[in-house]
């Protein structure tokens, strides 16, 4: 979501800065790895979660409770990356070389929406409770009036602390049409493959085939066949680093549209 604080001049700055990000290669930025340069806004309400629905294009709902609460931000595509971003952990700080309400502190936040018109190479359009999270005590509000600044950020394991992989399945879903929001895929938090198994409908055991399922968007996955998906489906979890997780079953025989199937299991931190 573009920064309302953005003039429209920095708009003409934004396009110009796109055909430089395109023109770069959009490595990821790596778990652990140093600091990166970046560039920060903010949206929505000063002290809000970004959105006023505190939702978002990864599909997260209630961001400003936990596990996120209101440490959310945009990003761009090398940060979004077409939805494999969304629940990914960033470390963010500001400098106070760069501006003296800054407490140059980290703060942890969620990737939890998209970006459309960055300003530099990797943007955080933050929610307004993560800009003012960067500045030393009782000057959250100065630093919000500065708008945009320089910060810097590394990729940091995600702590979701209590909870285990959520799915939620989505509205309009049928036996041909399956599609579920994954959350709080600890440690990683983002998810760069979910896949789907069956149960025969003449054993009653799991088909035994796993069939890969594609980002819908944001942290949406979804599978489309022509013959009637069985129920009841284990999903497949692989984080960034090629691990799996199984959630065995998870999604039971009479499932509902627009209900959450929390799983059992959970990366290990
Ligand atoms: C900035 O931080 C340095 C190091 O902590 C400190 O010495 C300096 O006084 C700070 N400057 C301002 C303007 O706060
Ligand atoms: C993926 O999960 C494993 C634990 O199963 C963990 O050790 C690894 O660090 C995770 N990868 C990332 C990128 O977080």
């Known amino acids: ?116 018109y960055p300003v530099s190479k990797y943007h955080f359009d933050l929610s307004g409770t993560a800009f003012g999270a960067m500045a030393k005590t009782g000057l959250n509000d100065k630093l919000r009036h500065a708008g945009i600044i320089d910060i810097q950020f590394r990729r940091v394991p995600c702590n979701y602390k209590g909870l285990s992989v959520n799915f939620r399945v989505q509205v309009g879903s049928n036996p041909n049409y399956f599609a579920v929001l994954v959350q709080y895929a600890g440690k990683d938090g983002a998810v760069v493959q979910l896949d789907l198994m069956e149960t025969s409908k003449a054993t009653g055991k799991p088909t035994g085939v796993w069939t890969p399922m594609r980002v819908s968007w944001g942290a949406v996955w979804r599978l489309d066949t022509k ?27 009479n499932w509902k549209p627009m209900t959450d199937y929390p799983s059992n299991v959970q990366f290990p931190n």
Request: charged share 15%.
């Open 1 to 116: 979501m573009a920064a309302a604080v953005i003039s429209i001049s920095s708009k003409v700055a934004a396009l110009a800065a796109l055909f430089v990000v395109l023109a770069m290669s959009a490595e990821a930025a790596s778990p652990n790895g140093g600091w990166l340069a970046a560039k920060a806004t903010w949206y929505g309400a000063p002290n809000g979660a970004g959105p006023d629905d505190n939702g978002g294009a990864c599909g997260f709902k209630n961001t400003n409770q936990y596990p996120y609460m209101s440490m959310t931000s945009c990003g761009n595509e090398p940060l979004f990356k077409d939805g494999k971003g969304c629940g990914a952990c960033y470390q963010i700080r500001c400098l106070n070389s760069t501006h003296d309400a800054c407490s140059g502190r980290a703060k942890r936040v969620i990737i939890t929406d998209m970006n459309y």
């Open 227 to 253: 013959r009637p998906l069985q129920p009841p489906f284990s999903l497949r979890v692989r984080n960034g680093s090629g691990k799996t997780l199984v959630a065995s079953n998870v999604i039971p025989a």
